[in-house]
């Protein structure tokens, strides 16, 4: 947080990346900005280790994933049905779960799986302030 300038351009490039536009509506990250002390977060899934959202998913393993080689949990929109229950058992605030604006089927991030590179939020962080770490650096 502390190397966080809040110029938003992780979510705007995580919009573009899975969206193909550009919306802080469609980011898979929240960056959070305190007007009166200008402190800046980004809040992203924790991809947790027992995670609530996957457990309150009527159609887990179809709808809200667990990649098996990497244990990324991800969200298959073509099996979700909007319900939200992902969203409301996230036990964090803001939710790292949301309800797609346009679409209505629950998005997350998900490491930008499946790209090479990985998330591509860290990649374009011009400050350094994000970057992947495991359970164990997470303390």
Not at 42 to 52: A, H, I, M, N
Request: net charge negative; proline share 6%.
């Amino acid at each position: 947080p502390d190397a966080c300038a809040g110029c938003g351009v992780c979510g705007l490039m995580c919009s573009l990346y899975h969206e193909g536009e550009v919306g802080p509506s469609l980011s898979r990250t929240v960056l959070i900005r305190d007007a009166f002390s200008a402190e800046y977060s980004v809040k992203v899934c924790q991809q947790c280790q027992s995670p609530s959202c996957y457990l309150a998913c009527p159609y887990k393993d179809l709808a809200l994933c667990i990649d098996e080689e990497t244990g990324v949990k991800y969200i298959n929109a073509e099996n979700c049905d909007g319900c939200g229950k992902c969203v409301r058992a996230c036990p964090f605030t803001p939710s790292n779960v949301r309800l797609h604006p346009v679409d209505n089927v629950a998005f997350k991030c998900d490491l930008c799986r499946g790209r090479p590179e990985g998330p591509i939020c860290v990649e374009y962080c011009s400050m350094g302030a994000l970057r992947v770490v495991s359970g164990a650096e997470r303390g």
